[in-house]
């Protein structure tokens, strides 16, 4: 053995394109940030429900518009080539994001149901990630455990607003003029 053999060989840097090119090959769904990959664990079925019931309310709002919703298998590119997640529930009334196979660019809204595992990551390093869309309007976090939502909007270029949706109050959604009761999130949930 060689003295370059013993030392240990340093790993080349999995690229976007490399993950793209990996992802589209693999039978469960890994998210992508800055050169590492996470593999995504399975749902609940509050989760799946709650997920469900935005996706079918923002469905049924949007019809006849030129915006649509998509739910939990289509990938989000939040940085160039630095960071692609799975939404749960992402709106976007991009005409080429209604073309793509891979990847949207340019939501307007994406709902994260949060899990106990994710919560953390996905209000941290996530939503930082999601602020440099420069066509996200709205992020939508969802606590089943808690019942709660909160509802960011961008108010201006770098700004964000937070708004907790109390129960029995709607989830106004004021870019995509739809307004989403309370109730009907979390209908079935429990």
Known sequence: MT???ALPQPTPAFTAADYLRWEAEQL???EYLRGETFAMGGASRRYVTISG???SALDDALEGTPC????????????ADEAYFYPDVLVTCDPADHRADQFMRAPKLIVEVLSPATAAYDRGEKFAAYRRIASLTDFVLIDPDHRRIEHY???KDSRWELQEVEPEQALLLQSLEVSIAWQRVFRNAD
């Open 28 to 30: 469960d769904k890994h």
């Open 53 to 55: 019931n935005v996706f």
């Open 68 to 79: 649509r919703a998509y739910m939990a298998d289509m990938k989000v590119q939040a940085a």
């Open 3 to 5: 003295k370059e053999q």
């Open 153 to 155: 909007r961008r108010i």
